[in-house]
């Protein structure tokens, strides 16, 4: 067994309370918290503990950053050479951040070295391009009234507060974090409470790359109590969310009872992937068993519904049955670990509580839905016959490894079901025809559509989603534009003074 071994240098980290972080220094609050892993079901670090006077704090030391010259000021080349440089320090501690990712929240070693890291990286060098890139319009305007010439600026939104998941903790904090910078806002930022440490070590190595001071906060704890400070903070001016539709409604009632603060959601999905029967079904099956089981299913983007056409269900779902039962379960610091643990207990008990809610529905067990006798928060990659489209576990976004599967027999059912919840983020088509690809992909309601292959984002493709999975949109221009905002410039253009010896 190839086990990853920890490094010195985390596990050094790891003998003393994690302080948080606000304008440029560490803070220590006296409250600290254990942090468990979910893989053996023990603690295996502490943490400082923030307040809301701790988000006080880091929202002042925000404000004050954002109209600093030393930021607010600073050349938009020298900007990009900083997050270059912060992808650098990012990849020359990928280990160590990928250490933490992996004792926190149980994503296989494997994933994080070779995935979470580098994309996270990636995506700071993706936005330094944008740095000098970021333009408004010049135009003369339309309506007569006089001789007018306007231009729009795109200025930074502000103070911008992140709260951030649990299931990618460094990948998803980029997305926010990245173009935020690029455009010259500030931060307080609040990972999940239960995965900290990957991003409190991130704070140093910004600071480490000429960040300013105060550009970068981070507070821990709570969503209750500091994701509520922050949502409600009149300082704060905008909100950058990714999690449960539910938490997405009330952000959207604190930031009305606030200060109208601007916000992006990237809300709850359930994922269609539709396979037809003139797919490639070995593609099309490996495609699958990635799309739901990846990450053990707690994926934004999981391909959580598959319909089948009528004709080849049996044979897909036995060759898919197979494969997810061999896909190897165990220690995430295996190397040849595939499928980790659940992030937590508390999660693995509501996903089997779901589980069977489904079973008791109607849905048929196919394979998994047992809790591992064993330490550690495992659940086995579980598949169910969904015919009920009405069931909970087709209606409801679990975020584990649990495949709802039903069949249809026309494109125009497929397309029906595919749009059957109120969830509209990503789906999938695997065809062989571009003509079907084309049509389904404009018929489907959500924000990334992918053919022949799922859950695979790009930095300069969007990502977001219709209907209750979301406002606004990550990655890409799009992204960036979220933290812009555009501010409107006309000028009256006097004639020409007369020269003193032109004549009358």
């Known amino acids: 067994m190839a086990r990853h071994v920890l490094s010195s240098t985390t596990l050094k980290r790891l003998e003393q309370p994690a302080p948080f972080w606000i304008d440029g220094k560490p803070v220590r609050s006296g409250r600290t918290v254990s942090l468990c892993n979910p893989a053996t079901g023990q603690s295996f670090a502490e943490c400082h503990v923030s307040t809301g006077h701790d988000v006080d704090q880091a929202v002042a030391a925000a404000r004050a950053a954002f109209v600093n010259p030393d930021w607010a000021g600073m050349n938009a080349a020298v900007r990009a050479r900083i997050l270059w440089r912060l992808a650098e320090l990012i990849d020359a501690h990928a280990i160590e951040l990928a250490e933490l990712e992996t004792l926190c929240m149980g994503k296989p070693i494997a994933a994080a070295m070779r995935m979470e890291v580098p994309f996270f990286a990636e995506t700071f060098r993706y936005f330094a391009g944008w740095c000098t ?22 200025e930074p939104v502000g103070v911008v507060g992140m709260i951030l998941p649990w299931n990618g903790p460094l990948v998803i904090a980029g997305w926010k974090i ?56 009149p300082g704060v001016d905008k909100l950058a969310f990714t999690g449960s539709t539910g938490t997405g409604r009330a952000l959207l009632q604190d930031a009305a009872a606030s200060n109208l603060k601007k916000l992006s959601l990237e809300l709850g999905g359930k994922s269609p992937v539709l396979v037809f029967d003139d797919a490639d079904l070995d593609a099309a099956v490996d495609g699958a068993v990635d799309a739901i089981f990846g990450n053990s299913g707690q994926v934004c983007v999981a391909g959580s519904r598959l319909y089948l056409h009528k004709s080849i269900r049996d044979d897909f779902v036995a060759r898919l049955t197979e494969k997810a039962n061999a896909l190897r379960i165990g220690d995430p610091m295996d190397e040849k ?26 849905a048929v067990l196919l394979c998994g839905g047992r809790q591992a006798d064993s330490p550690g928060s495992y659940y086995p990659p579980t598949i169910l016959d969904v015919a009920d489209q009405s069931n909970v576990l087709v209606q409801d976004e679990i975020f584990g490894p649990v495949l ?42 959500c924000g990334v559509f992918w053919v022949n292959t799922h859950n695979i984002p790009d930095l300069g493709t969007p990502i ?29 253009i006097s004639p020409a003074p007369m020269s003193a010896g032109r004549l009358q």
């Open 178 to 233: 990245a173009p935020a910078l690029a455009t010259g806002c500030t931060c307080v930022i609040k990972p999940a409470e239960t995965t900290p440490l990957s991003l409190l070590r991130f704070a140093e190595l910004a600071a480490q790359a000429g960040v300013p001071d105060g550009v970068i906060n981070i507070v821990t704890g709570s969503g209750s109590e500091v994701g509520s400070a922050i949502s409600r903070h």
């Open 464 to 492: 977001g989603g219709y209907g209750q999975s979301g406002w606004g949109r990550e990655l890409g221009h799009l992204g960036l534009s979220e933290y812009l905002q555009s501010k409107s410039v006309m000028f009256k």
């Open 337 to 362: 670990t595939q499928l980790g643990p659940i992030a937590s207990q508390a999660h693995l008990d509501a996903i089997h509580r779901r589980v069977e809610e489904g079973v008791a529905g109607g």
């Open 404 to 445: 709802c599967v039903a069949t249809f027999e026309s494109e125009e059912e497929a397309i029906a079901l595919a749009n059957g919840t109120r969830y509209g983020l990503a789906a999938s088509v695997w065809t062989s025809q571009i003509d079907r690809a084309f049509r389904v992909s404009r018929a489907v309601q």
């Open 133 to 154: 890139k970021i333009s408004g319009m010049s135009a003369p305007l339309s309506f007569p009234a006089g001789d007018l010439h306007g231009l729009t600026l795109q």
